[in-house]
């Protein structure tokens, strides 16, 4: 298994949480999350300034685009 893999699966199988008006004064709110299934929390925390950072795959990006 390679470092990008292991890395990976940390990512899925890891998950964090901050109070969300702590996140709202944040200067940098990063947000990870990928796939037409998480299209509707992703727009939830943009939305609600929750995260002002997305990262994403080119899929996901583009359904948000056209939301």
């Known amino acids: 298994m ?3 893999t292991r890395y990976s699966q940390f ?3 890891t998950k964090t949480a901050a109070e969300l008006e702590r ?3 944040l200067r940098c709110s990063i947000g990870m999350a990928a796939s037409r299934e998480k299209v509707p929390a992703i727009l939830g925390a ?3 300034r ?3 950072v997305l990262i994403t795959d080119e899929e996901t ?3 948000l685009l056209n939301e």
């Open 2 to 4: 390679d470092c990008g």
């Open 61 to 63: 990006a583009k359904i």
């Open 23 to 25: 996140l709202r004064s």
């Open 11 to 13: 990512i899925r199988e």
């Open 46 to 48: 943009l939305r609600g």
């Open 50 to 52: 929750y995260i002002n």
